[in-house]
């Protein structure tokens, strides 16, 4: 086995392809799975031949494993499985279908958008979402009043990912739906714009008699970003289920609601720690000072992750500073820190070959003494030393002799047994 050779040798391709013609199904099955292993798009012509199976656990296989193929022909592969009388392969090829990311797939998806069954209809719908194919927008629009709730709900996504101001009055009248999902899928969809006409409709969904379309109107709002909203987000900080509660004090501080900055600070006295959090966080980004008394009752709290968003607001609403970063990104850049950290500590851990630890350089300027660890420290401390400093390499030994002279050119007067360098 040279250099050049794969790694791992999946057998040749049509001797493979021949196994599809076994009698024994378990032998097909199989077949499916290596031809898929090769990862190869000339393995397809072989793999779509098993549509036709007569075994279902074989084109179960084949729908899994097309999904690993991202091309036009393997969509129409999936699109024949999708309508499968067979349910579990139906659904598996549901799946495989919303994997695919090629525009130029649409085409042989979209035929089953008016098939008969409402499962495959939904399933076309389902594969043409992440698409975004322009194609799809009137067989989607008109597909919005089917029968099927579930129909309905992924042509709505179809709509949804196109984000077309155009389509606009399809998706204000999907949130009157019937059905709760097809509700939700709409006032979520909403936020993409910021016109008046869709606030307006997302916060009459704030009284929505299921709370999971409430949660996603008041969530929606905080992104349109109408002030018309507020009143009605403030109204649903009484809303029966915390969920609802949390996602309007999100949504007012992103609004920097100062109306609404009694009903916020009410929420820190809440027994859910949650709601204390986002009830500080929203007017931390308000950044009132008329909020600084409520915060400060507060900066004791219970919890340790209230009381760091507590202070984090106090650091803006004393001076109105609108502009510190969110608890939220705080967390965020505390944590790539952390990761840049940890990458540096192992990139240094497994550095090869491994460099002795650097004895510390020690600098004294008058009767003060210090040490620094490292060249690029010191370097760095020149700046605070004044012209002429005794710069020692180590611990100074007893008859070492400190070298003074002009900072600027104490690299070159060292002797060489006081040479700065970054290891001993």
Known sequence: MTAFDPFEDFGDIEEIGERLNDADAAVRRLAVIDLA??????VL?????????PDATVRLQLAIALSEFDTVEAAAGLARLAADQDLTVAQAAADSLAELKDPAAAESILPLVSHGRAFVRAAGFGGLKALRSRGALGPALAAMRDEDANVR?????????????ETLPSLIAATRDADVTVRTVAVNALSFTSQPAAAAAVTVALDDENWQVRAAAAESLGRIGQTSAVDGLTDGLSDEYWQVRQKCLNALGKLKAQSAIRQISELLTSDMATLRKES???LGEIADPSSRHALMAHIGDADPDVRK???WALSGSVSGNRGAASPRRALRNHFHQRVRAFDTDMARRHRAPQRAVSRPIMFRSGSVAAAVPSKPSLMRASKSLPANSSVFWGLPAAGSRPCSAPWRDISSQLPASFRLTDSP
């Open 280 to 282: 500080a966080a929203a």
């Open 153 to 165: 709900a992924q042509a709505l996504g179809v709509v949804a990912y196109l984000k077309l101001e």
């Open 37 to 42: 292993e090769t990862a190869s798009a000339d």
């Open 45 to 53: 012509p072989h793999l779509l031949t098993a549509v036709a199976d």
């Open 309 to 311: 968003t507590v202070r």
